[in-house]
């Protein structure tokens, strides 16, 4: 059974910085692309960033220059280093497991997420 669990959200004023973990098991991680979105109350959920097994990593234009996505293999776990926040950064931030099992077929799983906010 998979299970992805994130921590670390909180509260913070801006500017200042946050590590979200998100501890995967159930799956061969180290095969799955893994990935951050977040979901702001009445808004649809925007990708944050991702990383792919091999380490390339991708990230939305809102993000990009303070935040960083890594992945510890050994710890099964992915982690999105969020600096110079800002209250429009405030979201329920998810976690997001995507593996390849044939071309073309992958599975999705979610963790039930972890929520930022940040005070002006």
């Known amino acids: 059974q998979v299970q992805l669990v994130e921590s670390g959200g909180g509260l913070v004023q801006a500017g200042e910085s946050l590590r979200l973990s998100c501890a995967a098991s159930g799956i061969a991680f180290s095969a799955c692309t893994m990935g951050w979105y977040r979901q702001a109350p009445g808004k649809e959920r925007e990708l944050v960033a991702f990383i792919s097994g091999g380490g390339t990593t991708n990230y939305a234009d809102s993000t990009k220059g303070r935040f960083t996505i890594s992945r510890d293999n050994a710890r099964n776990t992915v982690y999105l280093e969020m600096n110079s926040l800002k209250p429009e950064d405030t979201a329920t931030y998810y976690c997001?497991?995507?593996?390849?099992?044939?071309?073309?077929?992958?599975?999705?799983?979610w963790g039930q997420g972890t929520r930022v906010t940040i005070s002006a």
């Open positions: 997001n497991a995507n593996l390849v099992i044939t071309a073309g077929i992958r599975h999705n799983y």
